[in-house]
């Protein structure tokens, strides 16, 4: 069996903990290196049976690889609008927008959540890039009249997510969870621990993220996922829910070679903003001159095969690209996945093959998401 | 801890053989352990009766949500029987790796070969359990 051809990432070879490790460890995770951080990928009941917990009930992901900048000073909200493609303007305090940190060629350096506070700016950004991106927005910093810190370390993050999610949460803090529209937070005690509470999320579901204080990230875990509570839910979990939902990855799905226009987020990319972000110019020149390929959503349409990441993509026998993501997920109960193709056979319907291990596979483009995302559609 | 029964034999990729009534014939899965370093298995490829194999050689592939992997052949014969029932439930090969969840049945090209296998106390020390 395995000659392994396990899809996780070693990135670094002494990979960082939460402060979660032992527990993920003494419930029987598995854990596997992911980001620069040994994280769990799945626990004893398996990816299905956590997909479909979220997909039915109530998951929760210890999510706290994740990194966090804290933009402060002055300068802060305008400083942000330059170092991110959509608007921070239009954000009003208490509200989050999905946004991205580009190269000068308009291109992925990673995408991120913008959250405005009252008296400060947090950027949430993918643990892999925690330094690239430090990097990135300080080299950006100019005389602009900001303070700014990389809080990744103090900050735990736990989503739970899932129908009954809001009932779960309500359950445990005096915050009125079920009157936070989608894309907005609020601050408040949950299970004793201060958070601040947003109605995001990764996997399609309505659900919530909770920020909260590294050494108060225990108590809060045991409070979610205590007897009957939540089912502790992995990475892989989050891989497969997320994938169904249509939303890209940082790594696979989007990348520093692609543009927000090709990964159909054209929608978080405010042209007309009124500051000169990073990656303005070059996105004008393409909205201008039209984006040459898309990201795609595709079904195999042969059962009992499997398209996985880095398999190559063939349009009339030319390698075009390679599968971004892509595997067997649970909901769908298919092999799906994402590519890019040209835009003239990106609308669904069109045909395409994929080299499966040396044999031609046929698949075809299909609308995303995959599964119909339950997302709270309110003053989002 | 995985289970590893003491009757069965083992291969360093994680196949295991074990023997059926009739002597000249072992059947052949993927052990504990692999089950649960691939996770929820979603396919198994399997060969036809009647297909033959040398001694690891490729005779199926087994596709799981996060990964793909080869099954080798722990030993050289001709393939008399398949499971057929993990087409429709290849979780089978999760919930019961030495039972329900067995994938082909081989008539032994040479017996002798059994002897290079692994015992389970070899095999699990070859795990690290």
């Known amino acids: 069996m395995p000659r392994g051809s396990s899809e996780t990432k070693v990135t670094d070879p002494a990979p960082k903990r939460t402060p979660l490790y032992d527990i993920h460890v003494s419930l029987g995770a598995k854990m596997v290196p992911f980001g620069g951080y040994e994280m769990p990928v799945a626990y004893p009941r398996g990816i299905a049976a956590e997909h479909r917990a979220v997909r039915e009930t109530a998951g929760v992901f210890d999510v706290s690889h994740m990194g966090e900048f804290e933009v402060t000073g002055p300068d802060r909200n305008a400083f942000v609008q330059r170092v991110t493609c959509n608007d921070v303007g239009a954000l009003a305090t208490g509200q989050a927008q999905y946004s991205a940190i580009l190269t000068p060629q308009g291109t992925f350096v990673d995408d991120c959540l913008v959250y405005r506070f009252e008296d400060r700016v947090m950027m949430v950004v993918n643990a892999a890039n925690i330094a690239r991106d430090w990097k990135h927005v300080v080299d950006q910093k100019r005389g602009a009249n900001v303070r700014l810190r990389d809080v990744s370390d103090e900050t735990g993050l736990l989503a739970i997510q899932g129908p009954q999610a809001e009932q779960l949460l309500a359950s445990l803090t005096p915050v009125g969870v079920g009157m936070i529209p989608y894309y907005h937070f609020t601050e408040g005690k949950v299970a004793g621990a201060q958070c601040f509470i947003s109605r995001t999320g990764y996997t399609g579901e309505d659900g919530f993220e909770l920020y909260c204080r590294a050494r108060d990230l225990e108590q809060l875990w045991h409070a979610l996922a205590g007897a009957g509570r939540a089912e502790p839910c992995g990475l892989g979990a989050r891989d497969t829910l997320r994938l169904e939902a249509g939303y890209p990855l940082y790594g696979n799905d989007i990348d520093d070679t692609v543009t927000p226009f090709e990964a159909g987020l054209a929608w978080i990319v405010k042209l007309d903003k009124g500051a000169d972000f990073t990656g303005l110019a070059a996105l004008k020149r393409q909205k201008l001159e039209g984006v040459k390929r898309r990201l795609v959503g595709f079904k195999l349409t042969e059962p009992r095969v499997v398209a996985r990441h880095g398999y190559g993509v063939y349009l009339d026998g030319t390698c075009v690209d390679a599968v971004r993501s892509g595997t067997v997920t649970p909901t769908a109960n298919w092999a799906i996945g994402m590519t890019y193709l040209p835009v003239e056979h990106a609308k669904p319907g069109e045909r395409f093959e994929i080299d499966v291990r040396g044999k031609r596979a046929p698949a075809e483009v299909v609308p995303l998401p995959f599964v119909p995302r339950k997302t709270r559609r309110i003053g989002g | ?129």
């Open chain 2, 1 to 129: 801890m995985s289970k590893t029964p003491p009757d069965l034999r083992y291969t360093e990729e994680h196949e295991y053989v074990k023997e059926t009534d009739d002597k000249s014939v072992v059947q052949v899965g993927i052990t504990d352990y692999a089950q649960g370093e691939l996770g929820d298995v979603v396919y198994v490829d399997l060969p036809k009766v009647g297909a033959t194999f040398a001694r690891m050689d490729a005779f199926g592939t087994i596709e799981a949500v996060k990964a793909v992997s080869e099954l080798f052949s722990p030993l050289a014969g001709t393939v008399t029987e398949v499971n057929t029932a993990l087409e429709s439930d290849p979780a089978l090969v999760n919930r019961d790796p030495y039972g329900e969840g067995w994938m082909i049945r081989l008539r032994i090209k040479s017996p002798k070969e059994l002897d290079d296998l692994l015992g389970s106390e070899e095999y699990t020390k070859h795990i690290g359990e």
